[in-house]
């Protein structure tokens, strides 16, 4: 498929996928997320492919959410259809077997924040700022930012944040726990890319049993969470990636990792 509202470019086995919407500060309108869900299973697909990373066009927004001038006009059908779409491509960002970073650029709201909170971490520009200010509008978060953000900072500081609609900086948003890192406005894709480079030398048997382990025990109790663990520490040892990270240990040289 064709995109007109992201880019999407490869190098040394990252996706890059740019927001490209800069004058509606990246938005998200239906072909959007069209194009982000295409985007996402070519990913998915290519072995070659070993991160994606997105980002938003322009030096101002990330994504400042929904498309308003969508939204202004959905019954609720519409309304819960949309969300239900959104949804489904946030959780593709969970289930993909591969790292997912979010380099957060500029404004990261409503939408724009619930797909960040889908990466796996976020990197942020000091300029960054994170919202879901939803409830000025009259509405609710509706691509699962009542849940991960409760989930990601406890529920009475994201209660906080959906009920007030108050906009948060990079730097308290690290202090929270929803960014990782924070970098000055000039260094945050390079930096991205470069962990994402150093991601793609790593053991993608070993990248995605962490994944795994810690998404799916996220939502389980502590014991059934470490026997998801146990499990999944067991499959490392299944490819050849276990015994070359442990025997380059030994013999005092980098690993070379296969991802079999
Ligand atoms: C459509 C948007 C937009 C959005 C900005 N624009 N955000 N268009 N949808 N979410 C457009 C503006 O209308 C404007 O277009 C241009 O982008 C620049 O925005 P300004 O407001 O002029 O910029 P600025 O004054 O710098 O303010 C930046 C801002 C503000 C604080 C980010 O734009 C803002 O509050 N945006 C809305 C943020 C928001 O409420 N997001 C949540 C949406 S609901 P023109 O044509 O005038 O230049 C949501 C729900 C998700 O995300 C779940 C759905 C199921």
Redesign the pocket.
Known sequence: MAYENILFEVQDGIALLTFNRP???N??NPQTLEEVRDAVERVRQDDALRVLVFTGAGD??FV??????E?QKMNPLE?RL??ER?QEIVFSLEALPKPVIACVNG?A????C?LAMSCDFIYASERAQFGQ??I??G?I???GGTQRLARLIGRAKAKEICMTGERISAQEAKALGLVAKVFPAETLLEETLKAARNLAEKSRVALRAIKQAVDRGMDVDLKTGCAFEAEAFGVCFAGQDAREGTTAFLEKRKPHFTGT
């Open positions: 004058k509606a500060l938005a998200l101002k927004a400042a959410g929904a498309d308003i001038s939204l309304a949309f969300a959104g404004f709201l409503g939408g724009g619930e200010p939803e000025n509008l509405i978060p509706g691509f």
